[in-house]
């Protein structure tokens, strides 16, 4: 039996679930999904016994019941600590922190006109100036690590959880047709390409509802 559970949404929509199992992914550890219904007033309530911020990814491992992404991130970096979630140097790792705090607590422009959805494509999509400013700031986030740290990802040769984070805007950005320089589109389908998201797109693919009122941010 795995020693840990980690419990997301929708697959297709819920970009924090897809940051939640980046990053016990990265850390390596042997865990199962627990997949709770989107929707479904049966699995709010459940979703409300598991976790006490009524959020999801929530994970428990050996006992340790944790939720939100930076706290699950933290975690598995204390019992990981070889795991390369954060950047060995400290100045590194302060940076690291910090972006990916903007992501965690920012971005809501963003990520309300472009809300993740995996299976979405609309070529062509207008962004309205207030996202687009958003789309700015990440981008210069990502030439601004690709640079310093010299990729191909955002702190240098290994993945770490600021990779994890900022995934979901990569598929936001192939879904709504973002057009992005090279250095960036190399980061983004480099991203888009790594086997665990390879394998999160493939299970999301599967999902058979395609609920209008979740595209909408989730
Ligand atoms: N900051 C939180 C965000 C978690 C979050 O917003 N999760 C959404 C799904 S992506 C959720 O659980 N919504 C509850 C619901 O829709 O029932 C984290 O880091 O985990």
Not at 57 to 70: I, R
Not at 117 to 132: D, E, L, M, T
Request: charged share 25%; net charge negative.
């Amino acid at each position: 039996m795995p020693k840990g559970v980690l419990t997301i949404s929708s697959r297709n929509y819920s970009s924090w679930s897809l940051r939640g199992w980046m990053i016990c992914k990265g850390a390596g550890i042997d865990f199962a999904v627990k997949t709770l219904p989107a929707g479904d007033p049966n699995a709010r309530a459940e979703l409300l016994h598991l976790s006490p911020s009524f959020l999801v990814p929530k994970l428990e491992y050996d006992g340790v019941e944790v939720w939100d992404v930076l706290a699950i991130a933290e975690f598995l970096n204390e019992i990981k600590p070889k795991s390369n979630l954060l950047p060995t140097d400290r100045a590194t790792r302060a940076h690291c922190r910090a972006i990916c705090g903007e992501m965690h607590q920012g971005f809501v422009n963003l990520r309300s006109a472009l809300p993740m959805n995996i299976k979405g494509h609309y070529p062509g999509f207008k962004v309205w100036a207030g996202a687009q400013t958003d789309i700015d700031r990440v981008l210069s986030i990502w030439r601004g690590c690709l640079q310093a740290y010299g990729g191909p990802f955002l702190f240098g040769e290994r993945p770490t959880i600021a990779d994890a984070m900022y995934t979901p805007v990569c598929s936001r950005f192939r879904t709504y047709d973002v057009k992005l320089d090279a250095p960036c589109a190399a980061y983004r389908d480099k991203m888009l390409s790594a086997r665990s998201v390879q394998e999160w797109t493939a299970a999301a693919m599967e999902e058979p509802e395609e609920l209008e009122e979740l595209d909408v941010e989730f």
